[in-house]
Structures are given as structure tokens and as C-alpha cells.
């Protein structure tokens, strides 16, 4: 497509459901973030792909958050038994940069999850 | 000490003024240095990247970089209605991820 795809735009659950968000990224592009950003903040790492697997996964709080990007393209952010706590807008992000270091990102429009 | 830092603002300059955002950061290993524009309620989109120590333009706005400080500044020349909106800057090193900052408010008013 022709930008980073997020769905969906809003969720709403209550606190310890489980949720799945979904990012298609721009195509051809290997490099894949999820980032979280609360009200106030800049955007936080989660997770980050290249390719099927996940390269840097430093940033995932704690086990109830999982990600997976199984043929490379398409990532699911997976958080179970969800919290309060983790209301806030998750941003999915590509990158065409396969070397070492950083190059510029590309974000979605985010995916705002609220939990009652 | 957070790992990028900046000023949350507001920051208030007239339209047609020079607006200067700044950011230092904690990493000297960090080697690349991006800056982002986030209008409320949307998503961050890039509008510079600097790479290394001097100045980069690119229209109505300069990057700096100087490694030495840690330290990197956007200015937004004629500054516009339209520039009103959250800075942020981010930091990549060597992990391939970029670090953002809070971000800094700006206002620009008429």
C-alpha cells in the first residue's frame, strides 16, 4: 500500500481481555517498530523487526505483550489480560534501512486503545 | 537522565518569526538524528534528518548537529499558523532504533 496500514483506528475493551493489533507495512519495506505513546509523551520502543524475526525486542514491558511478523510483512502486537495501564495509542512504523544504524521511519496513523 | 530530552513547551513565536526547537541527548554513540512533526490526534510524520556535525536545509528549516554537545536544534524560518504542532526528536545509534524525546509544543500565532 501506499502508506503504513494500522487496524484497528479504536479499540475499547475492559481490563484483562485480550487484544490484537494489526500493521501492514509500506511494501518492500523489511524494517518493522511498534511503539507506544501516551498522552503527553513521545513515542516509546517495543518492539523492532527485520524481517520475520524480532531483532530488538528490549522494549516489550512485560510477557502479556507479544508481536509477531511470520512472512515478513503483516505484524500482530498481541497484549493479554489487558490493564489499565496500557491504554494509549500504539504506533506501527516501517523502514526500508536493512543495514546497520538507523534510518528515517515511517508511522501509521496508530491504533488508540483505551481499557476500561 | 532521560536519553533525549527537550523542552515540552509551549513554545509561543509570532507568525513570520523564527521559531528554535532544541534537543540534547545522553548516547555518544548516537549517529543518526531525526526531527518529526506531530499534529494533535495524529500520528509523527519526518520533516528533517541529520547525520553529521554542521548545518542541513531544507526549505524554511535548518537541522544542526553538534556531536561534541550532544546537542541538535531545528530552526523553522517564517514561521507559519500551520507550523503549530509537537517537534519531536529522535536519536538512532547503533541498536536500530530511534529514541524519541517528549517533544516541544509550538505555537505560532498571528
Known amino acids: 500500500g501506499a502508506g503504513v496500514s494500522q487496524t484497528p483506528s479504536n479499540k475499547v475493551t475492559e481490563k484483562g481481555k485480550y487484544v490484537e493489533l494489526r500493521c501492514d507495512p509500506i511494501?518492500?519495506?523489511?524494517?518493522l517498530y511498534w511503539y507506544r505513546q501516551s498522552l503527553g509523551q513521545g513515542p516509546e520502543f517495543l518492539i523492532y523487526?527485520?524481517?520475520?524475526?524480532?531483532?530488538?525486542d528490549s522494549g516489550l514491558p512485560n510477557d502479556r505483550f507479544f508481536a509477531v511478523r511470520p512472512e515478513g510483512s503483516v505484524s500482530t502486537l498481541k497484549i493479554q489480560r489487558t490493564e489499565r495501564g496500557d491504554s494509549a495509542v500504539y504506533l506501527c512504523?516501517?523502514?526500508?534501512?536493512?543495514?546497520?544504524?538507523?534510518?528515517?521511519?515511517?508511522f501509521g496513523e496508530g491504533s488508540r486503545l483505551t481499557v476500561l | 537522565q532521560k536519553e533525549v530530552e527537550q523542552n515540552s513547551g509551549p513554545l509561543s513565536v509570532p507568525e513570520g518569526a523564527i521559531a528554535s526547537l532544541n534537543c540534547t541527548y545522553s548516547d555518544r554513540g548516537s549517529q543518526s538524528f531525526f526531527w518529526y512533526r506531530q499534529y494533535s490526534g495524529k500520528s509523527p510524520e519526518l520533516i528533517m534528518f541529520i547525520y553529521s556535525n554542521g548545518d542541513k536545509e531544507d526549505g524554511r528549516f535548518t537541522a544542526q548537529l553538534n556531536k561534541a554537545s550532544q546537542y541538535v536544534s531545528l530552526l523553522i524560518r517564517d514561521s507559519q499558523p500551520s507550523d503549530s504542532a509537537t517537534y519531536l526528536c529522535a536519536v538512532g545509534g547503533t541498536a536500530s532504533k530511534l529514541t524519541f524525546g517528549t517533544g516541544t509544543r509550538l505555537q505560532v500565532t498571528l
Open positions: 512504523a516501517s523502514s526500508p534501512w536493512t543495514s546497520g544504524g538507523t534510518g528515517e521511519l515511517f
Open positions: 523487526f527485520q524481517g520475520t524475526g524480532a531483532a530488538d
Open positions: 511494501s518492500g519495506h523489511t524494517a
